[in-house]
């Protein structure tokens, strides 16, 4: 099979389920940043310190992928069986967030991000993961989705800045306070 097909020379793409949209389509945008997302996610797996976050990044990467042929699916046409989200996708997320809390000194103002490259990756995945809800949240506006999609994305950028934090902590970063210049 060849990576080429031509097909979008046009300016239009397939959904799974064969409709043929335009490629600045909100569908198209969504899973495409959803699909940004999974790169960065790549690249804090290859820069984990831990062994068990690579474990968990992959997990979360298979998740990525499963929430983006969802939003790839005309809901109308799709005969294609997808993975499903699974409540207990987001409990994972939310017992390594309370894992990594309890290593943490409480929030006591909000931070400046950086301090460390890996760090700063983890800052740029979060943002990302915003940006994709934002879409899917506008997208569910016009075709809803599954409400998993949504939770999962809400609770993935709150998993990237706890993550930050973590790893500031681990590689002994500095995690500048914001002061507002009044």
């Not at 940004?36 to 310190?49: F, I, Q």
Request: negative net charge; proline residues 5%.
């Amino acid at each position: 099979m060849k990576v080429y097909t031509k097909k979008g020379d046009t300016g239009k793409t397939g959904l799974i389920g064969g409709t043929r949209v335009p490629k600045f389509d909100l569908r198209i945008d969504a899973y495409g940043t959803v699909d940004e997302l999974n790169s960065y996610m790549g690249l804090l797996r290859d820069t984990a310190t831990e062994d068990r976050f690579v474990e968990e990044i992959i997990f979360i990467q298979d998740r990525l992928f499963t929430l983006g042929s969802w939003l790839a699916s005309d809901p109308e046409k799709s005969k294609m069986t997808l993975p499903e989200l699974k409540d207990n996708d987001v409990i994972r997320l939310e017992n390594s967030i309370d894992w990594m809390d309890e290593r943490l000194e409480p929030m006591k103002f909000f931070v400046l991000p950086g301090g460390h490259e890996h760090v700063s990756f983890c800052h740029i995945a979060r943002c990302v993961c915003r940006r994709a809800e934002r879409l899917v949240v506008e997208l569910n506006g016009n075709s809803p989705q599954d409400p998993k999609i949504l939770i999962f994305l809400n609770r993935l950028s709150d998993y990237l800045f706890v993550y930050s934090r973590y790893l500031t902590k681990q590689l002994g970063a500095n995690e500048i306070p914001w002061k507002p210049d009044k």
